[in-house]
């Protein structure tokens, strides 16, 4: 019985400890980013991640370059995009891709601030 007593209470208390409230990320501010993508596996990629995101009509000026594996994109002003959303997309990508692809987000970081309606120093149109 004293078993049994245990065990629930360890059970209880891990889904309690599991249940604890997550706090929601902020999003992106307006402005120009990049992030390096370690895995490509093929030569279809770059144009895979680059269609996926392009869908996200947050976003503007994506680009997926394969041999630095860097992404760039601009997030619109308006409502925000947050970095996990993003990263939802390329997650489903590299799901859909198979063969080992790893579309995780590294080094995301901010390029410049949109002036304007245009990212700053990239000359880049959408």
Do not use: H
């Not at 999003?27 to 869908?55: D, H, I, M, N």
């Amino acid at each position: 019985m004293k078993k049994r007593v245990l065990w629930g209470t360890l059970l209880l208390g891990g889904m309690t400890a599991v249940a604890a409230p997550v706090k929601k990320a902020a999003p992106l501010a307006p402005g120009e980013y990049g992030a390096t993508l370690p895995a490509f596996v093929c030569g279809g990629c770059a144009e895979w991640v680059q269609s996926r995101l392009e869908k996200d009509k947050r976003l503007t000026a994506v680009a997926v370059d394969p041999i630095p594996r860097a992404l760039r994109f601009r997030v619109k002003p308006g409502p925000g995009v947050t970095s996990a959303e993003l990263q939802k997309v390329l997650d489903g990508a590299a799901t859909q891709m198979g063969m080992g692809a790893d579309y995780t987000m590294k080094n995301l970081k901010p390029r410049g601030a949109l002036r304007g309606g245009q990212g700053a120093g990239s000359g880049a149109r959408s």
